[in-house]
């Protein structure tokens, strides 16, 4: 009955939102150039949803854009502009240049809607659910099944405009390309791959984060998507892990006696540990104690409720994480390096990422990438470890990475 209601509700949903959208009225949320008009009812005194009304100092933006693309300047640069004059973007975040280009399959960004020519169009595309993971996408629908109706109303640009803007972003773009078998091989095999150093890798230009793009290279994220940095070099991700891992290495070599800093970090865990052990001693010696008294004719049943009670302290201390033995300087050495390099071995494969970035961000503050002055390609190196983490990374690997034990 359950799904019998949902699936009878969905429907009406459906028909709603077309009727709505045949009205000319908005069924979805607010494009960015227009704000909702509220207070408007019906003959029968009901308030009507989905109207629109152009906003003008948005209008004035969107005509911008249009007309500079029709111009030939590039999005990169339009969205540079924008973020450095303080034009409010849409959400009320900086520019994006997917916010500008979008993708014309779904009708979505700036230079894709065609609201904006005074076309509403309604049932692009529908909202799949995946029954195993709950995940949600959206899938698009045929255009023989689309709903266009003409709001001339909300029209901001000429048609001659838009037309204009079409033939300047040609289907001939790279990013609408259908890939060669070469690239689509190469994004299948780098689809999910996590990147380790993923937070870690800083500009040195702006301070904000490097992602890996453009070939397995760290770029400036602001570069990348506001345009608001003016550093756009990149570093192979291979060239900073191995530096990285040399670094680690280099300090694992330098340091003479290991047992005093990881000694020191990890003492007081370790004086917790010695109290479990005490305490654990105890229990046993207490169990012994009443196996003897009831040999002897003390009341068993008393003496079995404290023995469970017993055997269920000691199981719940049992069960704790236990704390690795602290070695001598050079056995510490030996498993830090053999941690270290086991690391980059496997620092590409997936099933590794997740305690591979959890250890290094242990030992490794940050990657600092910064242009060299004066020359037109390179970066600068700067790797800041943390010097306080490596007893929390001494207890990491022997119970979080794979194949490493004392």
């Known amino acids: 009955m359950n799904a019998l209601f949902l699936r009878d509700l969905k429907d009406k949903i459906r028909r709603s939102h077309k009727a709505i959208a045949a009205a000319g009225r908005a069924a979805g949320g607010l494009a960015y150039g227009y704000r909702v008009v509220r207070g408007v009812t019906d003959d029968r005194g009901g308030y009507v949803n989905g109207l629109r009304e152009i906003d003008p100092d948005q209008a004035a933006v969107i005509r911008r854009i249009y007309e500079e693309v029709a111009a030939g300047i590039p999005v990169s640069e339009i969205v540079r502009q924008l973020n450095e004059e303080g ?25 894709a809607n065609e609201i904006y020519r005074g076309w509403l169009i309604h049932n692009r595309t529908r909202k799949v659910v995946d029954p195993k993971t709950g995940r949600v996408r959206y899938a698009n629908n045929p255009e023989s099944e689309w709903l266009r109706t003409h709001v001339p109303e909300l029209q901001i640009i000429s048609d001659e405009l838009w037309h204009r803007v079409q033939a300047e972003r040609n289907p001939k773009w790279k990013w609408e390309k259908p890939p060669s078998e070469r690239r689509r091989k190469f994004a299948e095999d780098r689809k999910g791959l996590p990147h380790p150093l993923t937070g870690l890798v800083k500009c040195g230009a702006c301070g904000g984060h490097k992602v890996v793009a453009n070939a397995t290279r760290y770029v400036c994220q602001t570069y990348r998507i506001h345009r608001t940095c003016t550093n756009a ?10 530096a990285v891992f040399q670094a680690l290495l280099d300090h694992v070599a330098a340091v003479e006696d290991w047992a005093v800093p990881i000694g020191a970090k990890l003492a007081a865990e370790y004086a917790v540990r010695a109290q479990l052990d005490d305490e654990v ?28 009670a017993l055997q269920d302290r000691l199981a719940s201390i049992r069960a704790m994480p236990r704390l690795p033995d602290l070695l001598p300087s050079e056995d510490i050495r030996a498993l830090l390096v053999s941690a270290l390099v086991r690391m980059e071995t496997n620092f590409s494969v997936p099933r590794y990422a997740d305690p591979i970035a959890k250890a290094l961000a242990l030992v490794v503050n940050e990657v600092v990438l910064t242009p060299i002055p004066g020359k037109a390609r390179g970066e600068t190196m700067d790797i800041r470890l943390n010097p306080e983490g490596w007893g929390d990374f001494y207890v990491q690997i022997q119970g979080a990475w794979p194949g490493v034990t004392v």
């Open 87 to 111: 034009v409010p973007a849409p959400g009320g975040e900086r520019w994006r240049i997917h916010s500008i280009r979008g993708e014309r399959s779904r009708g979505r960004g700036i230079l």
């Open 281 to 308: 001693a105890s229990i046993d010696a207490a169990m012994a104690r009443l196996l003897t008294a009831i040999e002897n004719g003390v009341q068993a049943e008393q003496a079995t409720t404290r023995i469970l």
């Open 233 to 242: 070099r990149g570093r192979r991700e291979q060239e900073v892990a191995a």
